[in-house]
Nanobody, 125 residues
């Protein structure tokens, strides 16, 4: 069982930066792929970024490539999402999720076993 808690969201202006954190409980967290998803009002939840258990493999959605960076510190059971050059269209609730799948696509919601409650990110233009 893995429990995930997101933090770091807030209200910022376009061009600003935020760093989201996903803190996990569970001794085996280091063996999970972790992904960040977001859901804007009226839209489906979409994959933003993901990182493998070792950090050796990452995925980024085209919309955030070059602006967002995912990283993890397994000693602290925490995954981070550094978000730079934020845009109004980045406004959404951001969720982190954990997957036990080793060779998945990393981007499909169906691959993830555990989800956090989400943190709101609002970017004003």
């Amino acid at each position: 069982q893995v429990q995930l808690v997101e933090s770091g969201g807030g209200l910022v202006q376009a061009g600003d930066s935020l760093r989201l954190s996903c803190a996990a409980s569970g001794r085996t967290f280091g063996s999970y792929t972790v992904g960040w998803f977001r859901q804007a009002p009226g839209k489906e939840r979409e994959s933003v970024a993901a990182i493998s258990w070792s950090g050796g493999r990452t995925f980024y959605a085209d919309s955030v490539k070059g602006r967002f960076t995912i990283s993890r510190d397994n000693a602290k059971n925490t995954v981070y999402l550094q978000m730079n050059s934020l845009k109004a269209e980045d406004t959404a609730v951001y969720y982190c999720a954990a997957s036990s799948r080793v060779f998945g696509s990393m981007r499909s919601r169906d691959e993830y076993d555990y989800w956090g409650q989400g943190t709101q990110v609002t970017v004003s233009s």
